[in-house]
């Protein structure tokens, strides 16, 4: 059974820090590029990074500087470090994998910037 669980949201005060964690299982984890999405109320879903099997990382240009992703193939985890957290940040942050023939979603998890 495949199963994404995302874990770290929360809220947090501008200029905060906050990392996410997307933990996996039931897939050959290695096998995947995993990403981070977002989605604010009433706006689209849109990619935040991408992380391939081999290391690789791509950021959007609107997310680089402040958004680091990692993966932690033996522990099956991917993350994505978050500074400088800014109220347009607050949005629920999706956990995707992805191979050449299967895609997967967590659940997501709400990340609330405001004092």
């Known amino acids: 059974q495949v199963q994404l669980v995302e874990s770290g949201g929360g809220l947090v005060q501008p200029g905060g820090s906050l990392r996410l964690s997307c933990a996996a299982s039931g897939f050959t984890f290695s096998s995947y590029a995993m990403s981070w999405y977002r989605q604010a109320p009433r706006k689209e879903r849109e990619v935040v990074a991408v992380i391939t099997s081999g290391g690789s990382t791509n950021y959007a240009d609107s997310m680089k500087g402040r958004f680091t992703i990692s993966r932690d193939n033996a522990k099956n985890t991917v993350y994505l470090q978050i500074h400088s957290l800014k109220p347009e940040d607050t949005a629920v942050y999706y956990c995707?994998?992805?191979?050449?023939?299967?895609?997967?979603w967590g659940q997501g998890t709400q990340v609330t910037v405001s004092s």
């Open positions: 995707n994998a992805r191979s050449l023939w299967y895609v997967y």
